[in-house]
Every structure is written in C-alpha cells, then in structure tokens.
C-alpha cells in the first residue's frame, strides 16, 4: 500500500485557520491515508496528501493559505464524482479517509458558536473494503483476507464484505501461497511479527501491494474470540464450527478492521464458516496459474478457462462459478450433490430455459443489500431487490411442476431458500417511482398516491413553480422586455435579470440585487414571497420522501436473513453447466493441448501430461505412468496390491501404523507451551526448564 507523509507532529496548528485546526486534528487520527476533506460541494486534499494525489490522479495541484510559512498544497475533486476518482486511488494502492461535514452549514449558523462546520470521518476505503458497484467486478469476489499465528498454526480467514460472505481455514507456510492464489485477496491483514518469518519472505514479496500489516495485539487469540462472540451476539462460537486458535485470531482480526474501517454504519457479515481441510483440492500458485483457470498468461479473464465456460446470467452466479472452479471439491458426497443438481438441468431442457430466462430478470441482490444495510444504497438497489424477489414465486412453481422428476437435494434445498417475499415485494412496488434517481439525496423517487401528504406538497412545489412561469411572462409583459427572464442559482435563490440597455423600464418594485457584465438583476416583494413557499415546499417534500426511504430500509434490514438466504439460493442455480473437455493433439508421442474447450468428455486421462507441463520430476510422472497402464489394463488383484505397496504415499501410511515411541517428559512440555501467550520472562523459564528435564 501507498504510505501518505503527514504534518509532523505536535506542528504549530494554533496560527492556522479554524478550518484548518480542524483538518490537522482529523488528519493526526488517521494515518497512512489520504484524507477526503468536505468542503461545500468538494472534497479537498492538502499537503502531502494533496501532492500524492493531484499525480496519481493526474489533476491540477494548487495552493490555499499559508502554514508555518510555505503554501498549503491543495487538490479536489466534486463530491458527485468522487467514487471515479476513489477507483482510480485504489487502483494506485492508495487508502482514502471520508470526511464529511455531519450537520449542514445552516445548522452551524443556528448554533451562534462561532467555528468551522462539524466534520467527521465517516469510512475508511480500502482495496478490501469496497462496496459501491463502480469500484467492483461484478462476477468476482473482492476478498479482504486475514492471517495469524497462534499455538503453532497458521490461520487464514477471508470475507467479502460486498456480499457479507465469510469463511476461515487452517493453513501452513507451505499451502499459504496456494490458498492465497486461490482466493485472489484484494487487501491482506497480517501481524507485523509475521513478516520476519524467512520461509514466508519470498512469498510476502509477491503480495506486497496487498499487504496491511497491523500491531501483534489484534491478532490476539483470545481477544479475537471476545470480539467475535460479540459482534455476532453469543456466549460461544461452537455453533459456527470447530475453530482452531489461529484460525480465531485471523477471523477477530478481521472484524475488528471492518468495524474500523466502516464508522458509519456497522456492516452485516454471514456467521464465520469452516472449510474443512482437504475438502477443496490444493493447487499451488505456479500450476494454479499455468493452467489459467480464472486468468490468463497475459493477466486477463479473456482467454481463461472461467471466460470459456461461464454462461451464467447473474452476477451472483458468475461469483458462484468462479469460486467453485478456483477451489474444486475433494469429498465425493459434495460432489455428487453438485452434479446432480446439474444432471438436473441436462435432463430437463425446457426448465433449463425458463429458468434462465426468468434469472436474466434478477439484478444482483447479495450487493445491492448490503449497499442498502450500508446506508450506501439507492433507489435503484431498492428496486434491483424488490425486482429480484419478485422473481422468486415463479421460479418456486417452476420447480414444483408435476411433470418434472423429483428435485435433486442442492435444489430442493435452493427451492425452500428462495422463500416467501410477497408483502415487502408489494410494498416496495407501490412505494417506488417508475423513473428512479441514482441518489436518495436527489428526491423523486417515490411513486405518486403513496404517500397523500408527499403528494400534496409535491403539488404545491410544482404548482409553485409554474406560478413562477407565469409571472416571468406578466413582468415581460407589463415591462414590454421580452428577453426578460426569472432564473435561479444556490447563492441568492431567485432573481429577474435584463440586459443593462433595458434597466431603464423597470418600475420602482424591482429591487437591485447584482451588476453583472451586460446584465442586471433585481428582486421583487412578489418574487420573495413566492420563493419561500417554493423552498418550504421542496423542502418538506425531501424531507418526508427521506423520512418514507428510512422506512422502507428499516423493513429490508428487519428482513435481511430471509434476502440473503433467497440471494444465496438464486445463485445456486447454475442451469447452464455441462460438461466439457479440452481438446488435445498426439504427436510424436506427447499430448498437445490446443487451448480450446469443447462439449464432451475426455476419452481418457491426460493428468500425467499436465504433470509434466507443471514441471513434476520425471521419476514422479514415469512411475505415474506404469501405475496408469496396469490400472487401464484392468488387472485386480495381487499385481495391483503390489503396485499399491510400492507407493510412497502407501508404504508411510503402513509405517505410521507402528507404535510410537514414549513421549518424554521435555516433548510433553513443549507439546503443552502456547508460542504466542509467552512474556519474554515465561520464555527464559521454559529454557530452564527444559535444560533441567533433560538433565534428569
């Protein structure tokens, strides 16, 4: 990550402006990141904040006042457009701090205190923290991923915090590189004492950009599990699974960066699952990446294995897909259940078709709520979950039609999921407008006849400014100016301007306001009146169609498992998988592969080719070979068992079945030691101890 310099230390803030004080205080309090300072209708940068980003962004450096005698420097972009240019700074390696102004100028007016507006950071954005749809892959993850140490074992803990799902898993400095190949982390959370590890050096390299190394107290074992029973609510987290120490100290970390990082508004994560060791296939990050199954050589999806074969038509099923492929299943019970849930759609065309059809109508909704959940939603993510839901009644009776054989249990189970969503689904329906805004704050999004009161002042609004129309017209008639004109702007609200050759027609009830070049512009007692009921109206309006959204989002969240679940269950729907092969060439004895996937199933096994391609040693893939021909010869028997003893993996498995040697009273005592809960003094006594007992 890109580390931003800040102002030293106890700097002589108090000859800067208020404003200024203000920014230093909030700019002391997070470090290492780029702070977006609210100002009006933009967000300011200064300094070396300012410099950094004004050359990643590519945008005018300039300067505003004076600090300890040298120019401020200083950079902004418009608040309306700020996600395109938080894309770019991310991209950059950049963290960004949101400061917003939490009360509205007028309000610090009403306080009679004389002072800045209140301003407070609001979200920490982070390569592994983005929720906004322009900031993210629709059909991958975006993983924040977390590592710790504790009682001899790695833990490995990964969320998406854009969909809430949740997982963690023992790892090894062995299997780390793998496991990270597979999930593609955006952003990496590791302990600082975790990077002198010399085994890890090389690997830590390769992820440099991603890395976040944080003090070795968050990573506490004890205090992660503490952390977690809390977020979730419970008195003990056996109810989600069997973790391991490291892999609870991973996971707390995890949370308690999310709780850092989202200030606004505490995120919604799905309770933390267990993968199973070995219940995914192992491939390390060189044979993960020669074989491009999610990317290319060239680094891109296109001409992958995942761009080959992805026919999904939602975003949630492409993430589906391309998490099944990076981690394929090991335990034979899972993959049945898979594959029968794909026999499923094979054997059944026509519901294949419609239920395609029908998920083509379905927006992504695992994003959209937790947008929502955020307080980050819009109108639109309103309606792409009310559109989604409403989907789901029709894809129950498609699955329940009498005709169809009786349903596999993955989609039995995907069926039930879906749920029943009628009532919020009909509410929303009536709430929301046909034309929606892209921003709650812009207003107009709920539908006429839902509110009798929104509608009333949304009339008096309306009719207010057609009265405004009409009385333009009167004074350019009564004035004999055509090219008179009643415009409006945020400084002095409405006004009446004339070119300056015509201020000699106006009568004494039009007030002067402002000179401008080639023009005049003036009030009237008339005009002022009607611009208060004007502004009270829209207003009001805002205010209640604000006070109606609340409302509507209260009942979504209130509704949150029973969405998540039905989301879920929509992207367990995968009717456009079959099976495919890639096609190979023999010549001379080889196997070449063509790089091109069609339907079908390989004629036999070219596992031994790819292990050569992936650089296996030849003694390994020449055995692999006599094994393959007695195997594909059929034989049974002794020549089999023969074979099977002569295997390494085999002849260990026989030799771990001879009785273990007596543990030793030293061995019992470092088997019992906890590493990561010893002071430096437990850790001096420990050696004496263990001298002592091998003395004996």
């Not at 606004?264 to 296939?281: A, F, I, K, T």
């Amino acid at each position: 990550m890109n580390e931003i310099a800040r102002p030293a230390a106890g700097a002589p803030v108090w000859a800067a402006s208020p404003v200024m004080v203000q920014y230093h205080e909030i700019k002391e309090a997070h470090p290492g990141c780029l702070l977006f300072f609210r100002m009006g209708d933009f967000y300011e940068l200064f300094f070396d904040d300012a410099v950094a980003a004004a050359q990643a962004l590519d945008i005018a450096l300039t300067k505003r006042g004076r600090h300890e005698g040298a120019d401020i420097p200083m950079c902004g972009v418009p608040v309306h457009t700020a996600e395109a240019y938080l894309a770019r700074l991310i991209r950059a390696g950049f963290k960004v701090a949101i400061c917003d102004q939490i009360e509205d100028p007028a309000e610090a007016r009403r306080r009679g205190v004389k002072g800045p507006v209140r301003r407070a950071v609001i979200r920490v954005v982070t390569a592994g923290t983005l929720t906004e749809e322009g900031l993210l892959d629709a059909r991958r993850h975006n993983y924040l991923a977390g590592l710790a140490a504790a009682g001899g074992e790695i833990g490995l803990a990964w969320l998406d915090l854009s969909t809430g799902s949740f997982a963690a898993a023992p790892t090894s400095e062995a299997g780390l590189g793998g496991d990270l190949a597979r999930l593609s982390p955006g952003e990496i959370l590791l302990p600082e004492r975790m990077l002198t590890r010399p085994k890890l050096y090389e690997l830590f390299a390769e992820w440099k950009p991603a890395l976040t190394p944080l003090p070795d107290a968050r990573f506490e074992s004890e205090g992660a599990r503490r952390r977690l029973e809390n977020f979730y609510g419970v008195g003990a987290l056996d109810g989600f699974g069997n973790f391991g120490r490291a892999e609870l100290a991973a996971a707390g970390a995890l949370v308690d960066y999310v709780e850092l990082t989202q200030l606004d508004r505490p995120p919604h994560l799905e309770p933390p699952r267990r993968v199973v060791p070995g219940s995914v296939m192992q491939i390390d990050a060189a044979t993960r990446r020669n074989l491009e199954l999610v990317m290319s050589l060239a680094g891109e999806r296109k001409g992958s294995l995942i761009a080959t074969i992805d026919r999904t038509v939602t975003a949630v099923g492409g993430r589906l897909l391309l998490e099944h492929l990076a981690a394929p299943l090991t335990e034979p019970t899972a993959i049945t259940a898979r594959l029968d849930a794909v026999q499923f759609f094979v054997d059944c065309p026509k519901a294949r078709a419609a239920v395609r059809e029908r998920l083509r109508r379905c927006p992504d909704i695992e994003r959209a709520l937790t947008r929502l959940s955020l307080g980050r939603g819009g109108p639109r993510d309103l309606a792409a979950l009310g559109q989604s839901l409403g989907e789901t009644r029709s894809l129950q009776e498609m699955l329940a039609e009498p005709g169809l054989v009786s349903l596999p249990e993955r989609l039995g189970e995907a069926r039930r999921g879906l749920g029943e969503h009628r009532v919020l689904v009909e509410r929303l329906g009536r709430a929301l407008a046909g034309e929606l805004p892209l921003f709650v704050r812009d207003g107009g999004f709920i539908a006429a006849g839902y509110s009798e009161e929104l509608d009333e002042w949304k009339s008096l609004r309306d009719e207010s400014r057609r009265m405004i129309a009409a009385l333009q017209g009167r004074y350019a008639q009564e004035t004999g100016i055509s090219a008179l004109k009643i415009r409006h702007n945020n400084v002095i609200g409405y006004y009446i301007e004339v070119s300056a050759n015509h201020v000699g027609k106006l009568g004494s009830e039009f007030i002067h306001r402002q000179t401008m070049a080639g023009a005049q512009r003036y009030t009237t007692t008339e005009l002022a009146e009607l611009e208060s009921k004007i502004a009270s109206a829209a207003e009001r309006a805002l205010a209640l169609e604000l006070r109606l959204w609340e409302d509507l989002i209260a009942e979504v969240i209130a509704r949150r498992t029973e969405i998540a679940t039905a989301a879920a269950a929509l992207a367990a729907k995968l009717p456009s998988l079959a099976c495919h092969t890639m096609r190979v060439k023999e010549w001379k004895g080889d196997v070449v592969f063509l790089h091109e996937v069609g339907p079908g199933t390989a004629d036999r096994s070219y596992g031994i080719h790819v292990a050569k391609l992936a650089g296996l040693p030849k003694s390994v893939t020449v055995r692999a070979e006599e094994v393959l021909g007695v195997l594909e010869k059929g034989e049974q028997g002794g020549a089999l068992a023969r074979l099977a003893d002569d295997l390494p993996l085999f002849s260990a498995a026989r030799r771990r079945t001879e009785p273990l040697p007596k543990e030793s009273a030293a061995e019992a005592l470092l088997r019992e030691t906890r590493p990561d809960e010893l002071t430096p003094r437990d850790a001096l006594d420990l050696v004496y101890r263990l001298k002592a007992l091998l003395a004996d």
